[in-house]
């Protein structure tokens, strides 16, 4: 029957059928692989879910709801270490590589995507990493999950720039995401900020400057100007591998809230 039907259509109509049954089995089995890895990060006891994207209700493996405001050190990690956040993570390349690179602290990863997730909590399993979980949730929803002075750094790896203006406010940088921040960190927490985008990293600084935040240390050209070749700096993550904005230099910036976002 579809023999058929092909043998009557024109030449680009049989291009157009054959690219959709490919298009069709490759997404098919793409999607196949996603579930598996959403079906896989469900077992996994070093991931937490949130369904509810409106409020913090994480669930851990078992599907149990579960509560660590102000507690994730002592009750996830067993100890008083501090905790570093890695927000928008994708598939975790900074807190695998800090939680190899400094035991003594506590990393946690955060982003929507479970399947990118997958990669990182894997990893930590495979190499028996207990100081680094995964959540998977919004980043708005971090003064819900964490408790005032909980968080003592932030780290941003390639947020999405977001660059049409009316789109500004979801940049991970933003006055709105700063004011949530403001929410969890120690008041002289650290918060890093590693681009590829020039807008997000001119609108970073202006945002910066505007409410009075302490700038420590401006990079326009990370790996020419900063001095160590082998600290964290120098991780590279899978969209700073891509490098879809085509820029030449990646641009880190560090910086302080000092308490100064008007609440
Ligand atoms: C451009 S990708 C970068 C991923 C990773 N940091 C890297 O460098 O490869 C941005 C990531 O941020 C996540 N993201 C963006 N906005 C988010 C939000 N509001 N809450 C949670 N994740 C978010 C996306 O799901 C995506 O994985």
Not at 138 to 154: D, H, M
């Amino acid at each position: 029957m579809s023999a058929f039907f092909l043998k009557k259509c024109s030449f680009s109509a049989k291009n157009y059928l054959f690219l959709f049954f490919l298009a069709e089995y490759f997404f098919g089995k793409m999607s196949k692989r996603k579930q598996k890895k959403l079906a896989d990060l469900q077992q996994m006891p070093n991931v937490f879910q949130n369904f509810n994207w409106e409020a913090a209700e994480l669930q851990n493996y078992k599907g149990e709801k579960v509560h660590f405001q102000g507690n994730w050190s002592e009750k996830v990690f067993k100890n008083n270490a501090p905790i570093v956040l890695e927000l928008g993570c994708g598939y975790g390349e900074y807190t695998m590589a800090m939680a190899q690179q400094f035991p003594e602290v506590n990393f946690i990863g955060i982003d929507i995507k479970g399947p990118r997730l997958w990669t990182g909590a894997k990893y930590l399993l495979d190499n028996q990493l207990d100081n680094a979980v995964f959540i998977r949730s919004n980043v708005e929803l971090v003064p819900q999950i964490f408790a005032p002075n909980e968080i003592s750094e932030i780290w941003i790896p390639f947020p999405d720039p977001y660059s049409r203006k009316s789109k500004s406010q979801k940049r991970l940088t933003s006055e709105r995401f700063l004011k949530y921040y403001e929410q969890i960190l120690i008041p002289d927490g650290l918060l890093h900020l590693k681009t590829d985008s020039d807008l997000l990293y001119e609108f970073t600084l202006k945002t910066i400057d505007a409410l009075n935040c302490r700038l420590l240390i401006n990079y326009k050209d990370v790996y020419k100007e900063h001095p160590n070749k082998n600290d964290v700096l120098n991780v590279k993550t899978r969209y700073e591998q891509l490098n879809l904005s085509g820029a030449d230099s990646i641009k880190y910036v560090r910086f302080q809230l000092w308490g100064k976002v008007d609440s």
